[in-house]
């Protein structure tokens, strides 16, 4: 495409929603850059795919964290999508807004526009959803959200009475008015597919002729003219090309790329930058900092009863279940294997939920190394229930290695270096071990394998927490939003501080994490942030 209007960089989450909504009017021409391929592969469309996807790299970047002190010297796996859809074509699929003053909290961090209020109005416009009050859940939006009532394990049942009998409530919709309690997620599922921002957003896009979209198409850096940002340049089949922007460059490659591409291209802490030989453009220290991420872990138990391990541990249970699903898109390879969950406080002060729970009514604790066994459960009957801390507050860092684009950069997540978070981890614990104490979850217990039963005093815990967690892969921060570029990256519209004609639009901008997942927030911030680059381009 000649002379684009806008260029995207990231076909992500993000990403597919910017390209959808800069070009569906028809007047400006949209370029999208995607360093991954396409999207059309069978472990990506079957949800229950991500197991394989977890660990492959025609799909996804595997990034290694840093050895990590606060996760007992343990190098982290970070899966991030490098195809159409991102990590949204890899992720576990599970749709949270986040709690209501999660947003709040960003407005009141000095950016108007984004708060509650005006971010459920974008959930809204996006969700096609068939759970929750008219009044606060979309139903005509181009995101289909799915709940798995059939193929719910009877086991979650169970679970669900032993969280009543710790005083914890069903809630029917976790994105409705209250998000506390626990109950069935929501999932970008659509009869039997996965519904990733790709097939949502940008796929029914692409037919329009003002927008296209390149794969294999890594950008290596960012063009300039003095202060101004006109285009980027990208390598494909070996090739550099330079591609000229006619109105802005929007950065979407999430929270390790987007940061990565500044700093490379000179935006970034002046120091760094110098060091690895790169021309200042922008010094701002913030790039690539202020790293937040929720941190989760699993306690597992032997049942006494069938779970999904024998639907799924053999090769005729694999053989019976891969034949239903190619048939009917139905059975368990049809769905994300976290089918419940929910959102607790460890205290009563506290005045929001501050720990996201997990059921899985399935279990993995044999090591398979280099592999991520959904798709190869424990041979004996199991279950798990994790957890995560919705608002940590230890924070990291994502810095590039060298000046070279196609370098992984060093991440370094410093998780669990507060004290807070480790509290909140092992209280947690506890409340989990009184829910596999409580009827009727407790009568099909035969064992807890992990930690197990000689784990019991809070050092012991806390040991295990530190030995055994790790990213549940919601990193955000890494841009944040705010007034200041003193203390931030982009301001209230996205636009990076100190230079013009670029933004940053995806989870990276967020001010602070929020509670739950994030690729809802993702989707719905490049939804906020179109309204406003047409706004500035009218």
């Not at 859809?85 to 407005?107: C, E, L, T, Y």
């Not at 459920?120 to 969700?127: I, L, N, P």
Request: charged residues 20%; contains cysteine; aromatic residues 8%.
């Amino acid at each position: 495409m000649d002379n684009p209007d806008f260029i995207i960089i990231g076909a992500g989450s993000s990403g597919c929603v910017m390209a959808e909504r800069l070009s569906a009017s028809g007047r400006q021409k949209v370029l999208v850059l995607e360093a991954g391929g396409d999207d059309r592969r069978f472990f990506v469309q079957m949800p229950l795919g991500y197991g394989k996807t977890f660990f492959d790299p025609k799909v996804n970047w595997m990034y290694r964290a840093e050895p990590d002190p606060g996760l007992a010297g343990n190098v982290d796996h970070w899966p991030r999508g490098r195809v159409l859809g991102g990590s949204s074509s890899i992720n576990a699929m599970v749709w949270v807004r986040g709690h209501r003053a999660d947003f709040d909290d960003w407005r009141d961090a000095g950016n108007p526009g984004w708060g509650a209020d005006e971010m459920f109005a974008a959930f809204r416009d996006v969700e096609c959803a068939v759970v929750g009050d008219d009044a606060i859940r979309g139903r005509n939006g181009p995101l289909n959200l799915f709940v798995p009532d059939k193929t719910t394990h009877p086991l979650t049942r169970k679970w669900f009475e032993a969280c009543q009998a710790v005083r914890l409530p069903l809630n029917p919709d976790f994105n409705g008015e209250s998000q506390e309690g626990v109950g069935q997620f929501e999932f970008t599922i659509h009869k039997g597919r996965r519904l990733s921002a790709a097939r949502a957003f940008l796929r029914p896009a692409m037919s329009r002729p003002n927008l296209r979209v390149i794969t294999g198409a890594q950008v290596t850096g960012l063009t300039f003219e003095g202060t101004r940002v006109t285009g980027v340049t990208y390598r494909r089949r070996g090739r550099i090309e330079t591609v000229a922007a006619g109105r802005e460059v929007i950065l979407s490659g999430g929270s390790v790329n987007s940061p990565q591409l500044l700093q490379f291209s000179g935006i970034g802490a002046a120091d760094h930058l110098k060091h690895l030989g790169i021309q200042i453009r922008v010094d701002n220290p913030n790039v690539g900092r202020n790293l937040e991420d929720h941190i989760g872990i699993n306690y597992t138990f032997r049942a006494n009863c069938p779970t999904i391990n024998q639907q799924l541990g053999s090769w005729w249970g694999k053989l019976s279940a891969g034949m239903h699903y190619l048939m009917l898109r139905d059975g368990p390879l049809s769905v994300s294997l976290n089918q419940a969950g929910g959102f607790i406080r460890t205290s009563p002060e506290l005045n929001r939920p501050n720990m996201q729970l997990y059921f899985q009514a399935f279990s993995t604790v044999i090591p398979r190394p280099g592999e991520r066994p959904i798709l190869s459960p424990d041979p004996w009957p199991g279950f798990s229930i994790g957890w995560s801390n919705c608002r940590p507050k230890s924070r990291g860092e994502i810095m590039i290695r060298s000046a070279d684009p196609f370098e992984a950069p060093r991440i370094s997540p410093n998780a669990l270096s507060h004290d807070d978070d480790v509290a909140e981890m092992l209280a947690t614990g506890k409340i989990v071990r009184e829910m596999a104490a409580s009827s009727p979850l407790a009568e099909c217990i035969e064992a807890e394998i992990l930690p197990g039963p000689d784990i019991t005093s809070d050092a012991a815990m806390i040991d295990d927490i530190r030995r055994r967690s790790g990213t549940v892969y919601h990193p955000v921060a890494t841009c944040r939003m705010g007034p200041d570029p003193v203390t931030s990256v982009v301001d209230a519209r996205l636009r990076v501080h100190g230079v013009e004609g670029l933004r940053v639009v995806d989870c990276s901008i967020f001010p602070n994490i929020v509670t739950g997942n994030t690729n809802a927030a993702a989707i719905a911030t490049a939804w906020r942030a179109s309204d406003l680059v047409l706004q500035d381009n009218a």
